[in-house]
C-alpha cells in the first residue's frame, strides 16, 4: 500500500493531525500517572479504542468536535489526578 496520501495532506490536515498525535500522547502521559494497575489499563485501553475508532476520520469538523471531547476528558482525568493527590505538575498536566 502507497504510503502517497499521507504526504499530500494539506497544512490545514496536517496541523489537525498534530494536534491529535498531541493530544494522543497528553492522555497517555497523564494515563502514566494513574496509580492503580486495573485502572491504568482500562483507561489505556478505552483511549487506544477511541482513537482507533476515529482514525480513519476525515471531516475537519468532525476531528475539531472529537479533539474538543477528548480534550475534556483529559482535564476531567488530570482534575480528578489532582484531587486524588496523585496527579503532579509534570509536564502532561500543564498541556492543557
Known amino acids: 500500500m502507497s504510503k502517497l496520501p499521507k504526504a499530500a ?14 493530544l494522543y500522547r497528553t492522555i497517555f502521559r ?25 482514525r480513519n476520520q476525515t471531516d475537519e469538523l468532525a476531528i475539531k468536535m472529537l479533539l474538543q471531547h ?10 480528578s489526578l489532582e484531587l486524588s493527590g496523585t496527579g503532579s505538575n509534570s509536564d502532561a498536566t500543564k498541556h492543557s
Not at 494513574?34 to 482513537?51: G, I, Q, T, Y
Not at 477528548?70 to 482534575?79: D, P
Open 9 to 22: 495532506l494539506s497544512l490545514k490536515q496536517f496541523m489537525l493531525r498534530q494536534e491529535v498525535l498531541k
Open 30 to 54: 497523564t494515563i502514566r500517572q494513574v496509580p492503580d494497575a486495573s485502572s491504568r489499563r482500562e483507561l489505556r485501553d478505552w483511549a487506544r479504542a477511541d482513537f482507533r475508532n476515529n
Open 70 to 79: 477528548g480534550n475534556r476528558s483529559l482535564k476531567e482525568l488530570q482534575t
